[in-house]
């Protein structure tokens, strides 16, 4: 199961990974929308995103590792995928409304 599809109706899932699931989706969602931003708020909430998802060195229990052991999924295929994801795919994800606004 890949935590993109991880849905907070789904009856078997149990809050913590709902919540865990959340945080890693926010952090791709964040690489896709603020890539390139020229905005010094958007930029540095991309660059928080790309640091905490490609730290290696971090071990404490919030690190991107941490979360995706946790929750039985590749680190590696969670990168590439956030990587490949675009404004336009999270949008489909009706995350970011018409206007652009998060």
């Known amino acids: 199961m890949s935590v993109f599809a991880v849905q ?3 009856p078997d899932g149990h809050a913590e990974k709902l919540l865990l699931a959340a945080v890693l ?3 791709a969602y964040d690489l896709a ?6 905005q010094l708020l958007r ?3 991309w ?4 640091r905490w998802m ?4 971090a071990s404490h229990f919030t690190s991107f590792q941490s979360l995706c052991t946790m929750l039985d999924q590749d ?3 969670i990168r590439e995928r956030s990587l490949q994801l675009k404004r336009e ?11 652009g606004r998060v």
């Open 43 to 45: 930029r540095r909430l």
């Open 54 to 57: 490609f730290d290696d060195q």
């Open 8 to 10: 907070p109706s789904r």
């Open 33 to 38: 929308i603020y890539k390139g931003s020229h």
């Open 75 to 77: 680190p590696k295929y």
């Open 25 to 27: 989706r926010r952090a």
């Open 47 to 50: 660059m928080d995103a790309y």
């Open 89 to 99: 795919d999270v949008k489909k994800f009706e995350l970011v409304d018409p206007y």
